[in-house]
Every structure is written in structure tokens, then in C-alpha cells.
């Protein structure tokens, strides 16, 4: 029970080359890098932001003219 020698490794590659095809395998490996790439360049423009987002803005109390309406202040528990 040790590792995997390269024979190991040799046939496994190529019954995955038997099974899918060299055209599918290449189609797969250029979609993966593209992957990988556009995974950089997003975390690289995300990273990049000189200037700080703004503050969220504040919900401000407006009167309401609905005689059913209850105003109270929340308070928290301590």
C-alpha cells in the first residue's frame, strides 16, 4: 500500500484520454484557464478600489398621518 508510481499515473491518463478525447481535454483545459483568469483579474479590481464606498444612508422617522400607527423607540436588552 505505498504511492502511486508514474505507471500508475501513465495508465490512468490514458484511459481518461480514451474515454473523453484529446479534443474534449483541450476544450476542458482552456475553459478551466479562462476560469482561473477571470478569478485574478476579479480579485485583482476588487482589491484596487481607491476610493472608500459610501456610507449607507440613514433611515430617518417620518410622521405618519395613519391614527393607528404606534411611534416607540427600540431599546436594547443589556
Known amino acids: 500500500m505505498g504511492s502511486f508510481s508514474i505507471w500508475h499515473w501513465l495508465i490512468v491518463l490514458v484511459v481518461v484520454v480514451l474515454i473523453f478525447g484529446t479534443k474534449k481535454l483541450k476544450n476542458v483545459g482552456s475553459d478551466l484557464g479562462a476560469a482561473v483568469k477571470g ?23 417620518q410622521k405618519s398621518a395613519d391614527s393607528n400607527t404606534v411611534d416607540v423607540e427600540a431599546k436594547t436588552k443589556s
Open 39 to 61: 478569478f485574478k483579474d476579479g480579485v485583482r479590481d476588487g482589491s484596487t478600489t481607491d476610493a472608500p464606498a459610501p456610507p449607507p444612508q440613514q433611515v430617518t422617522a
